[in-house]
């Protein structure tokens, strides 16, 4: 992330690591793979969060919000592995839309939906909401527009959110 991908050769990659560049070669073929698993790993890491949340949720609701503040947790304690994500897919031309995290929440607000726990929404407009405002909480207290804790933040955002899917 802080020179980019394409500024960043597989002997800086070593060197950061503390290893040989031969040693990387052992066992990743090149950055783009190193990259590739860097990847699967932060997707995997939010995958599990959002199974979490859903199954410790009671409600709907509560189910939404626990999302929200997994999601709020990541993006604040490891900016720079979701900025990572967010910025190499395009180089690797990986899909997050497509990967286990995206099916996993359109699928949970699916069945909500059949459920008639929440309005009958795109999953697609719904899971943008869902993921997008958490990460951009994050950003502006990292940025230093929010000041203290984001708790209350997301809170108030979880209860945004579900004015506008509650049935």
Request: overall charge neutral; hydrophobic content about 35%.
């Amino acid at each position: 992330m802080e020179r980019g991908y394409f500024n960043t050769s597989v002997k800086d990659i070593a060197r950061e690591a503390g290893v040989s560049p031969a040693t990387l070669y052992h066992y990743f073929s090149g950055k783009e793979e190193i990259a590739g698993e860097i990847c699967r790993e932060i997707v995997t890491t939010i995958r599990k969060s959002i199974e979490r949340a859903i199954e410790e949720g009671q409600s709907a609701e509560e189910r939404i919000k626990r999302i929200m503040l997994e999601l709020v947790s990541l993006a604040w304690e490891d900016m720079y592995a979701v900025k990572f994500a967010v910025h190499t897919r395009h180089t690797l031309n990986l899909s997050l839309c497509s990967e286990e995290p995206y099916k996993l929440l359109r699928s949970f607000l699916s069945e909500e939906k059949k459920r008639g726990n929440i309005k009958d929404l795109s999953e697609d407009l719904c899971a943008v909401c869902i993921t997008g405002a958490p990460v951009g909480l994050a950003r502006l207290k990292r940025e230093g527009t929010i000041k203290g804790e984001l708790t209350p933040y997301v809170e108030e955002l979880t209860r945004c959110m579900w004015r506008s899917l509650r049935p």
